[in-house]
């Protein structure tokens, strides 16, 4: 229910909606099959001032926030879910460098970010440290004229498109998650290279490659934030205002699916009526569009927490982008099966949105770690709950 949005967002998502009907569903199709990078598409939102939103109005943004964000990423993703993320991924990105960047940082990075004009990637994960990101193996070496990082990056998205990266290294190995600095690195770098591009089974639009560094001098300025030591932090922070964007990515799949879903239903006809006619079909239908509405109030509710800069987010980022991400994976899956066999094949546009879909399951932290970090939160409301229920453990039945 678009009117419950605040007049500015609504005025966000009505700008992405042109964008997503003229410029990203008529190649979504074609640039899934090729892998071309969807500059056309990155070329409108500039023009329609959609870049960067989020970056605050003294460094060239709009100060949006992350619900503005969500609703541009959702608008996106209802036609190619690839396109989505080549988007919200400048988000990942620039969010290291808007929390935790200095002024001389901000300045020099943010407007270009903001503007659209240069696109910004993340370098967090390694091929041995995913899930475990706090066990990285990149190191960063401190001399006289700066800092030289060694290691490779796995899993950059946008990596060959971007031209600004925030890479995760140690500064202090023995320091464990309290050792790793962030750096902001600038193609071009000596030392830093693009490595190969991994084949994926859906954002096929979208480049997703390995980051290599081979004593890659950086300047004693592209410590993030000019301070050793605070990278994991930064990163996890960071993960927490991206996931909603993940999330929000999920919902517009699940809701793309689901609008084509009920084209193709009310069109098909067998038995001599629209199979949407049938009701073990509308239920289907119904479940779907269920899923899809109680997503995106979690999704909503927790960019608007964010947004109001309520403390201990981690956990409503989590329960979002777990519950929009599998409700897209079901929405996309049932879809298909709407369709029939032809659900199952190329020359419709359904099978895409279950490819695009799988990924919002695993990246920016699998389900699994986000269920980690759900329980880690309630184990620390133990205490606050056995504060208010006065009921001691003799009290509950005893066999
Ligand atoms: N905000 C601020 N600080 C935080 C934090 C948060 N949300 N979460 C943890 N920290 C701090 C802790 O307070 C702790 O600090 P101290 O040492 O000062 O006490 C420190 O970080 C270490 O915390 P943990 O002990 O909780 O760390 P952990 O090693 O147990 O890991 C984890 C926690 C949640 C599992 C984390 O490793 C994690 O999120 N893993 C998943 C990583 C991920 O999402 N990777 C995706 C990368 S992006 C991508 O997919 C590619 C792309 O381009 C799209």
New binding site residues.
Partial sequence: MKELLPARTQEYQARAREVTEKYVRPVAAELDRSGEYPWSVIQALREYNLMGIWIPEEYGGDGAGVLDMCVVVEEISRACGGMGVAYA?NA?GSFPIVLGGTEEQKRRHLPAIAKGEKLI??G??EKAS?????SLRARAVHNVYGWIINGDKK???NANAASIYTVYASTNPERG??GASAFIVEKGTPGFEIGRREQLMGIRCVPVHELHFRDCHVPQSALLGAKEGGG??NA??T??RARPGVAAQALGLAQGALEWAIRYTSERQQFGQSVMSFQAIQFMLSDMAIQIEAARQLVYTAARAIDAGISGV?KLAAMCKVFATDTAMRVTTDAVQLFGGYGYCQDYPIEKYMRDAKITQI???TNQ?QR??IGRALTREADQIAGHLSVKVEHFPKE
């Fill in positions: 991924v990942l990637a993340f967090l994960s995913g899930s475990d990101a706090g899993w950059t998205t998650t309290r994991f932090a996890m922070m993960l927490d981690s990246y920016e932290g770690i980690v970090v």
